[in-house]
């Protein structure tokens, strides 16, 4: 098991740079996440904010710069050490990603039984799928099929999904879009729930504002493919800077 490391950020990156040919979305990109916080980071679209948790997790590679998480770089870690990883590092896909084939009880068993190592082999995953349903409200949708499920519905499966396997860190990826302002605020009362019940420590990609002033601890805005400000929120928003200002207009 990955271990943290004394005095260290959960996760620190830093000159992170990743290209797409011509177009040069992070250069040079620095960050720092605390144990126990929920960091905010926005930034406008394409400008990079998904691929930055991507490479933190090995679905991208980055050109150059460092990623660690809990004192380990991720460059320098095999491919079983990567998986081991990712166990404990969360990611909730934008979309909510549940795989249409299989039922809500399918979905969360599926996580348990492809990292056997953390829990082993379980006979009964029955308690597990339970309390990662019950977590977010949604118990009584075991044997659904997504299709039958709201879409604030599938956001809270997905998070269960993710909370089965009781990650430190969560990655959220836009977790409020595309939802009615009521369901939004209740997945963003969710996350606050989650950080305090599990005692996570989260990065939250988000174009929305309610939902960054009412969950975040600290926000980096990420502009120009570089950490261009942070602070609290009550900071940034007050900015006179125009282009952080254009943020919270």
């Known amino acids: 098991m990955l271990q943290p490391k004394s005095e260290c950020p959960v996760i620190k990156i830093k000159n ?27 930034g406008k679209s394409g400008s990079g904010k998904s691929v930055m948790i991507k490479c933190i997790v090995g679905l991208e590679e980055p ?35 549940l795989y249409d084939s299989m039922t809500v009880r399918q979905n969360l068993e599926f996580p348990l039984r492809r990292h056997v190592k953390k829990f082993g082999k379980i006979k009964n995953t029955t308690r597990l799928v339970k309390e990662a349903l019950e977590s977010v409200g949604l118990s009584e949708t075991m044997n659904l099929m997504p299709e039958a499920l709201s879409g604030g519905m599938k956001r809270r499966v997905a998070l269960a999904r993710t909370l089965i396997l009781r990650p430190k860190i969560i990655l959220y990826d836009e977790p409020t879009t595309g939802l009615d302002p009521i369901t939004a605020r209740e997945i963003t009362a969710l996350m606050l729930s989650v950080q305090k019940k599990y005692n996570t420590s989260a990065i939250i990609i988000t174009h929305d504002i309610e939902c960054a002033r009412m969950v975040s601890d600290r926000m980096v805005l990420l502009i120009d493919g570089i950490n261009y400000a942070e602070g609290t929120f009550e900071k940034l928003a007050s900015s006179t800077d125009m282009a952080v200002a254009a943020f919270f207009k």
Request: charged residues 25%.
């Open 16 to 42: 992170l740079k990743k290209s797409f040919g011509d177009n040069h979305v992070l250069s040079g990109f620095d960050l720092e996440l605390f144990e126990g916080e929920n960091l905010v980071v926005m």
């Open 63 to 97: 050109d150059a710069g460092t990623i660690t998480v809990f004192g380990n770089d991720t460059n320098c870690l095999s491919e079983e050490k990567l998986d081991e990883l990712r166990t404990e590092v969360g990611f909730l896909f934008q979309g909510s990603a």
